[in-house]
């Protein structure tokens, strides 16, 4: 692997029994979409804070949704800075889709916020490097 | 090569899952480049909204990826507020490898016609001589 080719470092969030949940759920996810929310971490993880940033929206002080257009179901995971190195690593902690504005699961951005505090807790045991899925 | 360029020549050989990915990419490029193109001339939204000729909640609107509705006579307008020219094009499936490698601010700059080198007072001069030259022939 080439780290020189990004800027930022992502991470999947991993459940307390070792699970990759975020590439549980983009699995469970159309090929289209997949593609479009990896057009996106790419853009994230190769240009970072600057340009790469215009694909996220924060939704509360800590927790950031991946934008996408609005029209139809669409994807958004949520994702946190850091939360070891907020410079230079984004974490995706839970995977999301929004009907008509309205996000499902409801309560994703609460649920994000508690799995950002369990990584903050145990950064090894509950993270780990992110797995694309094509 | 990057790596990121190796895994797109892979998972683009899938056509749904290309168009997906470029359908992105199209939206990204677009909202990113008005937004940089605007920071590069120091103007605010409000500023190139006034240019423009619309309101500033629709330049907001369209430095967001999530908008998407972009139409060729809007980006018209909104290029020459800030002094570029719009080009739409049919392309080749291969570009899309560099777009991917080159959406960073410094290959999304572009200049305004008054600093474009094609066009300077001293080239058009030039031009001129050039072809005064060749019509005493």
């Known amino acids: 692997m080439i780290e020189s080719d990004w800027k930022v470092e992502l991470f999947d969030y991993r459940d307390e029994k070792g699970r990759n949940d975020v590439k549980r759920w983009m699995l469970e996810q159309e090929k289209r979409q997949r593609a479009q929310v990896n057009l996106k971490l790419d853009m994230l993880r190769k240009y970072g804070n600057d340009v790469g940033s215009n694909v996220l929206l924060r939704m ?5 949704k991946l934008k996408g257009k609005t029209k139809g ?3 958004r995971p949520m ?21 008509d504005w309205k996000l499902v699961p409801a309560d994703a951005v609460v ?12 950064p090894k045991g509950r993270r780990q490097k992110h797995e694309r899925v094509d | ?81 800030l002094g570029v020219r719009l080009k739409v094009e049919f392309v080749e499936w ?6 991917v490698e080159t959406s960073d601010r410094a290959h999304l700059q572009r200049r305004r016609f008054e600093d474009d080198p094609a066009f300077t007072k001293d080239d058009v001069a030039t031009v001129e001589e050039l072809e005064t030259t060749l019509a005493s022939r």
């Not at chain 1, 994702?79 to 009907?99: N, S």
């Not at chain 2, 000729?53 to 907001?60: A, P």
């Open chain 1, 60 to 64: 509360s002080a800590t927790i950031f």
């Open chain 1, 73 to 75: 179901v669409q994807l």
């Open chain 1, 79 to 99: 994702l946190c800075k850091g939360p070891v190195d907020d410079d230079r690593e984004f974490t995706i902690l839970i995977g999301a889709t929004e009907i």
């Open chain 1, 111 to 122: 649920r994000a916020e508690r799995r950002r505090d369990e990584i903050i807790r145990d």
């Open chain 2, 1 to 81: 090569m990057s790596e990121l360029t190796d895994q797109l020549r892979v998972e683009l050989q899938d056509r749904e899952y290309r168009e997906g990915y470029d359908e992105a990419l199209l939206d990204h490029r677009i909202a990113t480049q008005i937004r940089v193109l605007r920071e590069q001339r120091g103007l605010t939204q409000s500023q190139l909204a006034e240019a423009a000729e619309m309101k500033q909640s629709r330049i907001s609107a369209m430095e967001d990826e999530d908008y998407g509705s972009w139409s060729v006579n809007t980006l018209r307008r909104i290029a020459y507020a």
């Open chain 2, 94 to 99: 291969g570009d899309i490898l560099t777009e």
